[in-house]
């Protein structure tokens, strides 16, 4: 919890020194160095060596902005990130980054759970309702699972819309039951 308090710290920093258009780009450059560093997990050894200078880790973050073309911002945020030790939060400010994005864009992300891969049209049809339920553009995330059985469950942060088989019988129960 307190990893998360601090990289929306950071991520609320960043977006406040930014443009919206350089916002946008500098969530891309976290994402894509994060996964730069998981590809390479050495270089996160050598930003948390304290025996390194931080003369030298400045050098790695900006020949690796400079591979990346990276934004000018993006790499003094991450300069500032080696110089604190915190670049082990760039997963956790990247998604913060994201968070901050979709609320100004009034947008929420989704996963929905099925059986079986759902067609285009029908993804777009749950998005579209769904849209129109909470008066926001919404994202959807699709996983497959066996468990569903059938229908589809769809979870937006804490909410749950569930049309599966299973919630689908126990509604049926419940309606019998009190009859």
């Not at 930014?18 to 894509?32: L, R």
């Not at 790695?60 to 993006?74: C, Q, R, S, W, Y």
């Not at 929420?108 to 759970?113: E, M, P």
């Amino acid at each position: 919890m307190v990893k998360k308090s601090i990289a929306r710290e950071y991520a609320n920093a960043l977006s406040k020194t930014v443009t919206k258009e350089s916002f946008k780009v500098c969530i891309q450059n976290a994402v894509d160095f994060g996964n730069i560093l998981k590809e390479f997990p050495k270089i996160v050894k050598v930003f948390e060596n304290p025996a390194i200078s931080k003369e030298k880790k400045e050098n790695i973050v900006e020949l690796i902005g400079k591979m990346a073309n990276f934004d000018p911002t993006f790499v003094s945020f991450l300069k500032l990130l080696v110089e604190k030790r915190s670049i082990s939060l760039l997963d956790e400010i990247a998604k913060e980054l994201i968070t901050l994005f979709d609320k100004s864009e009034g947008i929420v992300r989704g996963t929905i759970f099925t059986t079986q891969q759902l067609s285009q049209e029908e993804k777009e049809k749950i998005q579209k309702e769904l849209e129109e339920k909470l008066k926001k553009k919404v994202l959807l995330r699709e996983e497959i699972r066996p468990e569903v059985l059938g229908g589809f469950k769809v979870q937006i942060g804490s909410k749950v819309f569930d049309a599966t088989l299973a919630n689908s019988l126990v509604e049926l129960k419940n309606y019998l039951l009190k009859r």
